[in-house]
Structures are given as C-alpha cells and as structure tokens.
DNA sequence: GCTATCACG
DNA sequence: ACGTACGTGATAGCC
C-alpha cells in the first residue's frame, strides 16, 4: 500500500518570495478596501496549483512566531541586518492564514522558533509515523532536511516553478555530499542574508570541497594541524568559533517542543463557500471566474446583482414566435457573429427577450430578417433595447436590412465610461468586472485563435447566448445608477450613444480608394526598393536583411565600427533617432530612405489594396469608441488615423482617396490648436486666453514670453519650433528630461525654459498642482464632459509609476476634453447634414479633423456650415477655430 | 506572442 | 538616484 502523503508548506518564506516577486507592481495589486494583495495572489496561486492537486492525507503551514527566537539568544545579529519588513507584506499576513485555513490546511507557530524547525520536527515526526512527506519552501537551505521519505520543493523564478529534491539532487547540486553535510558547508560558508559570518574567504565551492575530503567541521579540525600552511588555513583556525556557531545556526531543530500531533494535520480540502467571499473581499476576479465556471454560486456580489440568475431560454421557432410579441418593455437583445470585423463577418445567432418573461434563442436568420415579430420589436422605436456593443449590433443588422433603433442601454458603452482601464470588448469579461459571473468569456466557450468555433449543439449555443444576454439585462440597473453617481449620465445618452450611430453610419459610408492608384505606386515603390537594396548590399560589401533591426546592428556597429549611441533590451538601436546623427555615412543615408519607402509600401499600399471591399471599393474601417483611456477614438482594419501626410512621398498616399461620386471634392476641417485652446480654458490663464482671443500665432507669442522679446518683436523660427515644443510638453505633462530631448539641448536648460514658462503662465502653473492634488484625493481625472480616468498610480511608491501618473493626469484632461468637443460636433454636423437633407456626408474623423465628401453644389455651404457647426460644439472661454480645405482627393484637400 | 520600428494627432 | 514627454495601430523579424 502507498504511504500516507504528509505536506508541510514553510509558510514565511513563501510569503516573502511571492511578495518580492511582484514587488514592482505592488501598487497595481490593491483591493477595494486598500489593502495590498501581491503576496496573497502569489500564494494563492502556490496553494492552488501545487497544494491542491497534491492532494495530501496531513497538511501544515508553518509560520515563524515572532522576531526573537532560540538563535537570536545563541547570537544576538542572527539576522539582524533585515530590513524591517514593509508594511505592505505585513497586512497580507493576517489574510494569508486566512487563506490557508480556507484551504483546508491547519497554521501553526511556536515561540521561540521559525517556521523552518517546526517543519524539521514535524518532518521527522512523519518519517516515523510511516508518511511520504514533501516540504515546500523558498529557502534553499531546507535541502538539509532531504531524506529517502523526504523531499523538498523550492520554488524558483518568484514562486511560479519549483525544483524537487530528493538524495540524488541534493548529491548532484553538492558535489556528492549527504543533505547532513549542508549544514557543514553552510558552517564554513556562512550566511550574509541571516547575517552569520562562516569563516572569511571561503565561499560555497571551497566549502563544497573541504567538506568532500573532511566529511564534517569536528572532522575538519581533528585533522587542521595536518593541513599544510596556508592564507585559509590561518583562516580556519581563528575563526574556528564562527564555523562552529554558524553551523549550529544553520541546523534545522527536528526536536522543537511543538505542541501539534499529526492528527491535528488532517487535509479539509477547499471551503468554497466561505472562499468565495474571501476571494470577492480582495478582489480575486479571475479566481471567482474559475469557480463560478466549476458551478459554484457567486451570490452577495459587493456592487448591486444579489441574486444568482435562473436561466430561462428556449429555442425560437415559428411556433412560438408569437411569445415575440409580448415583448413590450425593455428588451434585452444580443447578436452573435463569427468574426470581429462586423462589416464582413457573417450573423450565426441572436437571443432575445428579458428576465421576467425569458429568452428566445436561434440560429434561423429568417427569423430576424424577414418580417417578424423580431423584426418588428427591432425596428419599434418605442420597444426600448438593451445590448452589449450598439455599433456593432446596428451596423450588422444593417447588412442583413434589418434597421436596429431605441437602442437604450450598451453595456459594453456604459461599462467603458465608468472605467476606461476595463476596455475589453468581450462581454463576459466585461461582466464579470461587475461581479457578475453566470456567463463566461468567448475566448473559454468558443476558444481563441485559431482554435476559435461557434457551438454547433443548439443547448449549448443557446445557453450561452442566453447567459450573456441575461448578463446585459441584469447589469443594466446598477450601471445605469453608477452613471448617475459618476455625473455622467449627460456623456452618456448626449455624447457616447448618439455618436455611436453616428459613427456606424460613417463606417458604413466608407471612402473610396482608387486601387489603380495604388498599384501604380506599388511598382513603382518596388522597383526603387529593389534598387536601393542593392547599394545597401554593396555598401555592406554583402546581402542581409535589412528589414532585421539584429542583421542590421552588425552590419552598423560591429562591421562596419559605428558607434552605437543607444540600445534596445535586445541589442543595439537602429531606430531613425539614433541613424539620423550618423547620416554621414552614405549606408546610413540609405537605409533610412529604405525603411521609408518600405514602411509606405507595406504598410500603405500593400496594407490598404488589402482591405478595399470588392463591393464597392471602398475601405470601411471600424472605429473602436471603448478603447483609449482618454476619450479618442481609434481606427482599425485599415487604421484610417494614421495615414501619412508629414513627407511628401507618403502623402501622395492620400491621392488614392476619393469622393465617391465623380465631380464631388473632399472636405477636410481641423481644429486649430485646440489642445491649447482646451488648456488655455480649464486652467483659465489670462495671458494664454487673451492670445487666443486676439487670435495670435500661439507658438511666436509662447516664445516672446519664455525668451522675454518684446511683445510686438519678430520671432525667428527656431525660437518658434522651441516654443512650440513647449507647448507640445505643458499638454504632455512636461519633464525638463523630455524637453531637452525634443529641442535638443541640455536638461539644465530645458528646466529653465520650464520655469520661465511656469512663471509667464501662471494659471498653467497653478492649475497642473491643482490636478496632480485633486488626483491624488480623488483617485481620477475628469473631462469637460465628465469621462473620467481613475490613476491608481498617482500614489505609487516607484517614482517612475507615480511620474507617468502625474504627467497624465495632466494630460487627459487635455486631450480627452478636446476629443469631448469633436465628438459633439460631429453628432450636431451629422444633425445638421439630415436636418438640411444634404447629399454631403461625413466620412473620417481623425482626432481634430474631420473628412466630408461633397458635392459641387453643396461645396460653398460646406466651407461656411462645417466650421460653424464645429467651433459652436461648445462654448469655452476662448474662441474655437477651424479652418476648411477642399481637393479632387484627400491629398489635395490641403 | 513579443520586440522594434514608424505612421498619425 | 531614480529615468520619463501624451494617445494610438500595422508590419516585419524572430523566438
């Protein structure tokens, strides 16, 4: 028969290993109540991953019991060069017992001993009582307690793997000794972190040896006057005192006075139901996923969903399409697709109904497009709908003629502004940052990547579809009252939900791309490219690749002995920076011309002629309206934000976009400065205003002041560019380190022109304090509008976390009030265009711009109606400015 | 899947 | 002494 399995877990060293292993993120890993949790996920995760599959007949955490011990009366520095332990670690212990009595396993301390010679005697005590035990610890000392029934476990790397050690490992790692002799080695050794001494100039590899051929330290020093003279010799002789304490320091007890029995050990196995409140008390979001996926109830959520939901959905069929009809309230309603990309991807599903009266799940799209009781709930206006991702529902439904409207609630909407960091786009992620978790991920119900399948078993399908539509129809109510409490229930249904339509219609719209175009650039690109590849090779005086930042480091800086000026984690830096100080050398010159033209062509041509629609041949992107953390949009597939337009040869890029219809021009309207406009508002300096007001050249008059000429002087353009750079760093939330690097001088200098700065601007001044405090007390930042950015870091103990903390918390408010206003104007320029019935239509948005394409005739209304519409979106106390540019296609909108 | 690079505001 | 400008997405190379 197999022995008894008996497992003894040293729990102090554990605790710290898990707490310096994310020692950098302590700050991140924070419950709801502040207490710090870093140690505690690492334990947890030992004792679910190693503990628990275990399965142990005995189980034991040891503790040590307090800071003085049997050693620290034998020597009084035994440890005494420890740093205190932080407080941090300190408020995790308490918890962590916790945790282990949750896990079914007894604690224990004793006085007068660490929790190493509790696990030595209860070792021992095993052995005897006929068990297999198995100690788990980070200290790699306890390799001492090595027996044939006893093996020890060290977790390496943090505590995320372990090496197991039986006699043969202890042997191999040991050069052959015995786990009896690691304390003769640790003798002669000694310990720096317990702070014992050992005996000066032997390390562990001499240790290893001279215990090889003595066996032991008594041994040792029968035979020293044998030992032929020697530096070390002299060594062991007048320090023979500290071999012989430290050894005795460095022994485990297996005799401790332990007032535990074996039977007091037994293995309960977890206690769900009390681990779950545990696990909701510090915020363990992923571990309540697991075990509401295991089938345990998460019920007593802290938020606002008490109840465990009672699933009630049945198929939809023709015969019971009539239930449709009796939905008149609120309908809760969610679509499936098979792929992200809704412009393309096809409808494999939907659900729909509420709490109260069920749901009604199918896969027939007959159901959904022809004229049905579906249909007709979808396209009542007065039925009011709940979803998760409006954009996305609507847009495809509209290729299936469906035309979605009273769209009322979109969790996935909601759920962003009340926290822009959980922007997942998955709705049982979503979800379950709610506390709701009777629904699971995509990624865990269909797979992801390539493994990625829709349920073919009807149950199945449905019952997830019916899962996740129940979650948006249970977190409606508390969200939409967290909406209130957050003052943003106006950036909601006036700002975020009307521009969610109004950005599926422009998606919808498309732009046109003329592919021809594009071709002919594409030779043309490839054959220059070819080219160039060449010279590159001769310059090298061989091929590589030169798309391979590695290849190109050697090639650069070994073969050819440039000097490198900065490196990457991996090697040396190629990037344009470091190349453009050493254009000098004509291979340099070169590659930069060829990364260039290969970033265009890749990028660009190839990138677009890829994802024009063979419909149409247009481009429809997909603006993602939860992702930034300050309010932007961004664009994806293709990214239509980042076309080039800075060097000429990329903005002929822009040639290959165009009006639809021949004889029509596109329109383009940015705002001017309006960063600084939006700065020159909320920090309400006067100086800054009155520029604005007198409708000045910002970056000259920015440099009179900083460089004190005079007001009225001629301002050369180096003066600007710096000045401008400047005033680029105050809405980054300057740094003199950053400054100086951007105009290039020294930090010193770049402080100076802060301060002088600081000093002309004082509202600015003010108002950047004023922020850093006010996120600092509130733990956000807010927008004009009221998106709101929490900043947990602003109170990191790394001054790096903090610094970035800070400089956001200046700048969100900056950028995200600025994308605040375009949002706007675009809903009131989507108005506008509908209520005046014309034909223009409204087609990119690209930050502080947007793209109309228009008709001739329209072209003069155009030019006076967008700028009106855009700069009246809201009234600050500077004046808003936009300027109009129109062309035969987007590059010549200009 | 990560890193380096480079395109935009 | 620390080591930094803010916000994005796509591509290629490489493990």
């Known amino acids: 028969m197999e022995k008894p399995k008996l497992l003894l877990i040293d729990g102090n060293s554990l605790a710290f290993r898990a707490f310096y292993a994310l020692i950098n993120q302590v700050d991140r890993f924070v419950n709801h109540d502040g207490l710090h949790t870093n140690a505690l996920v690492g334990f947890n995760n030992l004792l679910d991953g190693i503990v628990d599959p275990f399965e142990p007949d005995k189980a034991l955490v040891a503790w040590d019991a307090g800071k003085t011990t049997f050693r620290t009366n034998a020597y009084d520095n035994y440890k005494g060069n420890r740093d205190k332990t932080p407080q941090e670690l300190v408020e995790q212990f ?43 610890t980070g200290d790699r000392d306890m390799r001492q307690l090595v027996a044939d029934n006893i093996t020890v476990w060290i977790t390496k790397k943090g505590i995320s793997e372990i090496d197991k050690y039986t006699p043969n490992e202890v042997s191999d790692v040991y050069g052959g000794l015995t786990p009896d002799q690691v304390v003769e080695v640790k003798g002669l050794q000694g310990d720096p972190s317990d702070n014992y001494p050992g005996v000066p100039g032997i390390g562990e590899k001499t240790a290893i040896k001279l215990i090889q051929e003595y066996n032991t330290i008594p041994e040792l020093y029968a035979q020293i006057d044998d030992m032929k003279a020697s530096k070390r010799k002299e060594n062991l ?50 571990q309540l996923v697991k075990l509401a996926n295991q089938g345990y109830t998460i019920a ?3 938020e606002s969903v008490q109840e465990k939901q009672v699933l009630n959905v049945v198929p939809l069929t023709a015969n019971n399409l009539a239930h449709v009809e009796l939905l008149t309230d609120d309908v809760d309603f969610y679509l499936e697709l098979d792929g992200d990309n809704y412009h393309r991807a096809a409808i494999v599903g939907f659900v729909l109904g509420n709490q109260k009266q069920g749901y009604l799940a199918s896969r027939d799209l007959e159901l959904l497009t022809q004229a049905t009781p579906v249909r007709k709930v979808l396209e009542n206006k007065a039925v009011k709908k709940n979803v998760f991702n409006a954009k996305e529902t609507f847009v495809a439904l509209h290729r299936y003629n469906v035309n979605l409207v009273g769209v009322d609630f979109d969790l996935l909407l909601v759920s962003y502004l009340l926290n822009v960091n959980d922007n997942s786009n998955d709705l049982g992620t979503v979800a379950h940052e709610h506390n709701y978790f ?27 579809l019916g899962r996740k539509v129940q979650a948006i129809g249970a977190l409606k109510a508390p969200l939409t009252q967290k909406l209130v409490e957050h003052e943003q229930t106006d950036l909601y249904t006036e700002i975020e939900l009307p521009l969610t339509f109004v950005l599926a219609q422009m998606e919808m719209t498309g732009i046109t791309v003329n ?16 080219e160039l590849e060449q010279t590159i090779h001769q310059q090298a005086g061989h091929e590589f690749n030169i798309q391979s930042p590695k290849q190109l480091g050697v090639i650069l800086f070994e073969e050819m002995g440039l000097k490198p000026l900065k490196k990457t984690k991996t090697g040396y830096s190629t990037s344009v920076e470091v190349l453009e100080q050493m254009t000098d050398v004509p291979i340099v010159a070169s590659i930069l011309q060829y990364r260039q033209l290969a970033k265009i062509l890749s990028t660009y041509v190839d990138g677009l002629l890829r994802v024009i629609h063979g419909s ?48 029509w021009s596109l329109l383009s309207a940015d705002y001017s400065q309006i960063e600084l406009r939006v700065l020159a508002h909320i920090t309400d300096d006067e100086i800054m205003r009155q520029a604005f007001i007198n409708d000045e050249d910002i970056h000259a008059a920015t440099a009179r002041r900083i460089f004190g000429l005079d007001p009225d002087a001629v301002v050369d353009g180096n003066l600007r560019r710096q000045a401008k750079a400047v005033n680029f760093g105050i809405v980054y939330g300057i740094s003199d380190f950053g400054l100086a690097k951007n105009i290039g001088t020294d ?58 903390a800070e400089r956001t918390a200046m700048n969100t408010p900056i950028q995200g009030s600025a994308a605040d206003i375009i949002k706007i104007a675009m809903i009131k320029m989507q108005k506008a265009l509908d209520q005046q019935n014309l034909k223009s239509k409204m087609l990119l948005q690209v930050h502080d711009e947007l793209i109309f394409e228009v008709p001739e005739e329209e072209l003069e209304l155009m030019h006076q109606l967008v700028p009106e519409v855009m700069d009246s979106a809201v009234k600050l106390t500077v004046p808003l400015k936009v300027e109009t540019h129109e062309g035969k296609t987007w590059y010549d909108a200009k």
């Open 616 to 663: 149409d041949s247009k481009v429809h992107t997909r603006y993602l309206q939860t992702l930034t953390q300050t309010g932007r949009l961004s664009s994806v597939d293709p990214n239509l934000q980042n076309i080039p337009v800075r060097v000429e040869e990329g903005r002929q890029i822009r040639a290959a976009f165009e009006p639809e219809q021949k004889g």
């Open 237 to 286: 002789i007048q320090y023979q005192d500290d071999a012989f304490l430290s050894r005795d320091l460095a022994r485990i007890r297996t005799d401790a006075p332990v007032t535990i029995q074996l039977e007091d050990l037994i293995y309960q196995g977890i206690q769900y139901q009390d681990l779950i409140p545990f696990y909701q008390h510090l915020d363990f979001k992923q």
């Open 300 to 302: 007593g959520a802290r």
């Open 747 to 804: 930090r010193k200098t770049a402080k100076n022109i802060i301060e002088t700065y600081l000093l002309e601007y004082s509202g600015v001044k003010s108002w950047t304090e004023k922020i850093v405090l006010d996120a600092r007390e509130k733990g956000y930042v807010e927008t004009l509008s009221h998106r709101r950015r929490y900043l947990p870091d602003i109170k990191a103990k790394s001054f790096n976390a903090r610094s970035f």
């Open 515 to 530: 592919a021809e175009r594009l071709l002919g650039m594409q030779s043309k690109l490839t054959e220059r490219l070819s």
């Open 94 to 136: 308490e918890p962590m017992r916790e945790m282990v009595r949750l896990h079914g396993i007894t604690n224990y301390e004793l006085p007068d001993y660490e929790a190493d010679d509790i696990i030595g005697t209860m070792a021992k005590a095993g052995v005897a009582a006929g068990y297999n035990v198995t100690i788990v």
């Open 438 to 464: 009777d629904v699971q991920s995509d990624d865990e119900v269909y797979g992801k990547g390539a493994k990625f399948a829709i349920l073919e078993n009807d149950t199945d399908f449905f019952e997830h």
